[in-house]
């Protein structure tokens, strides 16, 4: 196969929605077609977790002709031969940790089946694959390094929260100088909680001043009336369940903790 042809309808526009859906035409190589996003679940297991589907899985993927309601094309099969090309133009451009054949995922019989298959496995055996920061949180929790996480729990929904700003602000700056990207967009995800860089922060602005800020924060936390559950803090973007935050701060105290009993 040269090419795949997809059409891509939109029924929004920046402005609202359209009185018309907007359709355009792109032909795509197949390589650019896998990784263009056209399956959400596809893209994600590829590029997010790593692994490419055996060959019966991905024909199941492009054997449905459409993905949600916008993008479509002719349905299609690939040889084994093609399938080979692909997996090999996948691996070159790849993260480390990219995996060609899991074959003990190999049973299952269409992708739904197999993608289930493939996150339950990375949930209870996380060493099994080198996962970027968007895949630990969606599927593990807080990465904290050294094959460490810290459990979410995202039903926030009718419990009372507080905002937590106005302790967490003056660590402002030790969480500012974790961030890998901005919590505008990446929320939570944008910091890097991973103990060497919690001590090389840390390091850059004072060991002992840092602590000093954790410990004070982290007993006006245990003030805050119990009834609260959840913590809003705009300097992280996010909510979070109150123990996830409190094992947060405790994470960084012991970690900075544990190098100053060494020094």
């Not at 490419?52 to 199941?60: K, S, T, V």
């Not at 895949?135 to 905002?163: A, Y």
Request: charged share 25%.
């Amino acid at each position: 196969m040269e090419s795949v042809r997809v059409t891509r309808t939109s029924y929004y526009s920046y402005e609202g929605t359209l009185e018309s859906p907007n359709i355009t035409h792109s032909n795509l190589s197949l390589k650019d077609f896998v990784t263009a996003a056209m399956d959400r679940e596809l893209d994600l297991a590829i590029r997010g977790y790593g692994v490419i589907p055996p060959l019966h899985i991905m024909n199941d993927v492009f054997a449905r002709g459409q993905s949600g309601k916008s993008y479509s094309w002719a349905p299609f099969r690939i040889s084994e031969s093609q399938y080979e090309r692909l997996a090999g133009a996948l691996v070159e451009h790849a993260h480390d940790g990219f995996v060609i054949v899991d074959e003990s995922l190999w049973s299952n019989q269409d992708f739904k089946q197999w993608f289930a298959a493939l996150r339950a496995k990375i949930k209870a055996n996380p060493t099994f694959k080198k996962l970027s920061f968007s895949v630990q949180h969606e599927i593990l929790g807080i990465p904290l390094g050294e094959g460490q996480w810290i459990p979410r729990n995202l039903d926030l929904k009718n419990r009372k929260s507080k905002k937590i700003d106005g302790v967490l602000s003056p660590l402002g700056s030790f969480f500012r100088a974790l961030e890998h990207c901005t919590p505008y967009c990446c929320r939570l995800e944008a910091f890097n909680f991973d103990a060497d860089n919690v001590l090389a922060q840390a390091d850059e602005l004072g060991r002992s001043e840092i602590m000093r800020l954790l410990d004070t924060a982290i007993i006006d936390i245990e003030q805050i009336d119990a009834d609260v559950e959840v913590f809003k803090s705009e300097l992280l973007n996010s909510k979070l369940m109150r123990q996830e935050l409190e094992q947060l701060l405790q994470h960084f105290a012991t970690v900075i903790s544990r190098r100053q009993a060494c020094s």
